[in-house]
């Protein structure tokens, strides 16, 4: 098996869930797919059921939106799989399911969907699905066959519709961050996908952001586009973040904060959407940089209005 | 879910729960805990005087940390190299020459012993059956019988499907609250839970929320409402308890030994992760089924994980190479969690510590549970 490891994100594609929303079946595996392989057991949970079969660990997916997974343990030569294929409310929150679990990812070559390959196990994203195989052997032969359950999967799955991430973050300045762009709806998420950042939301409810991690010799930062359901909620967060009072419009210069220990911006999108960025930087030059994307960025959406 | 909570603003501000607290525990939880707090049972401890078994146990603020580089390689486990760990280690925590004598500083062969474990993670990232073969060794080689020795955890089929079975472990009680009859039912003829009969109403964690069990999670939770009950287990069926949890975290923060027995011995946790996870770990761990029967504590870091916990993520999963021992479970959960949190700052998890991720190990220390004060803990280090 070819593999290769992503440094780099290459083009990103995530699966639209409308393609898929008129199909209420989940993605699954049988015995008659692969030969040799034995599913052993299946097993189907919906609403808070999912507390009997992740116990706690059912929160974070109850807060991204779930709707059904269809669990199947199987076996082949000894080796024992465990595939899991969630159904989650829409796209997002599969995805974000997705960007909070995937790490140090391998790619498989030709593989048509969205995906995350270790020794162990392979994840899945498309349109509303998220789904992870895990093998318990982490052999070469285990993770083949880990590959060839995910492509059994992904044909069952409609790729035709796709979707993409917020134009920012498909910046071409942004290409070796974006493959690690996390979607959180929750503070489960925000613990999971970026948890410097849980002083800043702690218990406010109602928002959801893209957040993106960039870390390089010079820089450490994140740099997020989070929508606020309400008013209030944005309110507290610009007091949490230090922007007490502050007052963004579209179109204007962003503004920003700069302390001993990190320098935060914040540019106005729409009414309940803003762009936050948070660094900590050993070059200011290498922050003007990331800055004066975002600026330029916002600078040609609103020439183009 | 919360549409009927009530809050309190501290438990300082003069409840009549709060009256019967000593002076100095009551101000120190005032210190840390917010000002809204969801309430619980947590005053009702006043009533239970502690006891010379109460925990931090023995040697209060000391752990010890012992490290093998040749204990696992390639999902290989080396049990000789394990159980030399584990030896090591009570001897260096007891300060004896005589592995016997080290164990009978904690247990006597009348005791009735359970040894807590973690099956949550499967076969992927369980208590690992080396280690727990090493407890039980050792525990024969000091005189306990068979017999006495339970291996436990909250969901016995879980225990089975981990591996804790008859055939590994011939003549041993591998028992959980929550269990199914052989067909898979968790119901019995009378249409009534198993999971029922195992836990024991004279023994309740109440906390002011609650939430509704469809049909199928019910028997996971085996009851709704306001209280979560002890284990018969704990309460009835064993005299001493060891702790053999795993090195995992949860989110930013940890699910080490404290976590590991609260939410390892009540019933209806659903209801308590989301908001009140840190109180449940330190104020389960207070009551005297658990606070005055668990005698020591070996977290299992063979193999670990630093995120995706406490499910088993493969790509979190991590060789630590190492156990920690101690009577003092917060303490062992301090250093713990150091690990833990090193290794997530050091895979650009977070860039640094979670200001809430050690608030179940305050909690726990304003319960006097142990030493979460890690300028007051004593970590004797051991490379084998």
Known sequence: ?305 | MTTRRKFFTSLAAGSLGASMLEPSFNSALAAILPEEKTATNVADLAKYPRTEQSMPGLYPGRVVQVTNPRCVSENIFNAPEIAKMVRDGILRLTGETDAVRAWRRFVSPTDRIGLKVNPIGGTLLSTSHEIVHAVIDQLLEAGIPKNNIVIWDRREFELHEAGFTEERYPGFTITGTERKDKAGSFYDGAGKLYGAAMIDPQWSYWADIEQHYDGETLPYMINEGKHSYFSRICTEQLDKIINIPILKNAGASVTLCLKNLAFGCISNTGRLHKTLWAETCAEVCAFPPVRDKVVLNIVDGIKGCYNGGPGANPQFITDYKTVLVGTDPVAVDRIGYDIILKKRIAENIQKEESPKGRKFLELAQALKLGVADIEKITLETLTI
Not at chain 1, 38 to 48: F, L, P
Request: glycine residues 8%; proline residues 3%; charged residues 20%.
């Open chain 1, 1 to 305: 098996m070819n593999l290769r490891v992503i440094c780099a994100a290459a083009a990103f594609i995530v699966c639209s869930g409308i393609a898929v929303s008129q199909d209420r079946s989940i993605p699954h595996v049988s015995d008659a797919d692969l030969p040799g392989l034995h599913v052993v057991r299946q097993a189907s949970y919906d609403g808070n059921s999912l507390w009997g079969y992740i116990d706690g660990g059912a929160d974070v997916y109850l807060e991204y939106g779930f709707s059904q997974l269809l669990a199947v343990k199987a076996e082949q030569n000894g080796v024992r799989y465990q595939i899991d294929c969630y159904r989650m409310n829409d796209a997002e929150s599969a995805y974000g399911i997705f960007s909070i679990s995937a790490f140090n990812c391998a790619q498989a070559d030709s593989f048509p969907i969205r995906h995350c390959l270790s020794r162990y196990q392979m994840q899945i994203v498309c349109g509303p699905f998220y789904c992870s195989i895990i093998n318990d052997k982490g052999t070469d032969d285990a993770r083949m066959m880990n590959l060839k359950i995910a492509r059994i999967i992904a044909a069952q799955i409609d790729s035709a519709a796709t979707g993409t991430l917020p134009a920012l973050f498909r910046l071409s300045a942004f290409n070796t961050q974006a493959g690690s762009v996390k979607f959180i709806k929750g503070l489960l998420g925000v613990q999971n996908g970026y948890p410097a950042w849980e002083d800043l939301f702690g218990e406010l409810r109602g928002y959801s952001m893209y957040v993106m991690p960039v870390h390089s010799d010079s820089l450490d930062a994140a740099l997020g586009m989070i929508t606020f359901r309400d008013k209030a909620g944005r309110t507290t967060f610009f007091t949490r973040a230090g922007f007490d009072n502050a007052h963004i419009e579209r179109g204007q210069p962003h503004k920003s904060k700069t302390t001993p220990n990190a320098t935060r911006c914040l540019w106005s999108v729409s009414g309940d959407t803003v762009v936050f960025l948070e660094a900590r930087t050993r070059s200011a030059s290498a922050l003007n940089v990331l800055i004066s994307e975002v600026d330029a960025f916002f600078g040609r959406k609103n020439e183009q209005r």
